[in-house]
């Protein structure tokens, strides 16, 4: 498939309701945020809207809009001493979102035009739980070390994080069960701030972690109902 055909596959499959969600979810954190925040925060937070609409959808260009998001995150997590958020972003978020071009464009429904969609099992669900526990707790020990700010806290949305993209790239619709837990962490991380009168407010971030635990909900009984969908269709459940 031509550059072109990718390209132009990134429109189909949308319907009007999902075209407005997208224009009002933008406009909603923009206008509530351009007189009060900083650039790199208004374009993190309208790129990250934009990433996790299109991760919805289905489409590639999630990926595309979740590395410019990275980058910018990154940026505005070290100013905040987040250092499990930098790390996140720069070390993981931005080379897996390369490989979710690739691994998405490699399994595309024709149906519905979107990444074909599967469920984890119980007993994988039970490990990745365990091994999340481990991880998360490592990770904060080593941030305390360093002296970051809330370690624990940062930890754990740092880890849970990596495995929901990593379940993203997989294309399991369980991914936005952990990005409901991640983004109620976050949405504390990023009040914090407001209550330090010696650091600049972070509307626009605080904004996009409102709205993406809004959207997690949303997209998951979505891809729930567009797996059935494709697996009606001789879609594939693997």
Known sequence: MSLKEIFLREFLGWKRSEVLYLLFSVSFILVLSLSRDSVFSIIAAVTGCFAAILTGQGKLGAFVFGIVNSVLYGYISYKYHYYGEVLLKFLVFIPLNFYGIYSWNKNFSKTTHEAIKRHLTVKKGFYLVLLIAIVSSMLGIFLKFINGNLPFVDAFSTVLAV??????IKRYCEHWLLWVVINCVNIYLWIVPFFDN??????????MWIFYLVNSIIMYYRWYSVEKIENKNGGWFL
Not at 163 to 168: D, E, G, P
Not at 198 to 207: C, E, S, T
């Open 163 to 168: 495995f929901a993209l990593i379940l993203c």
């Open 198 to 207: 010696g650091v600049q407010k972070p509307y626009a971030i605080l904004l």
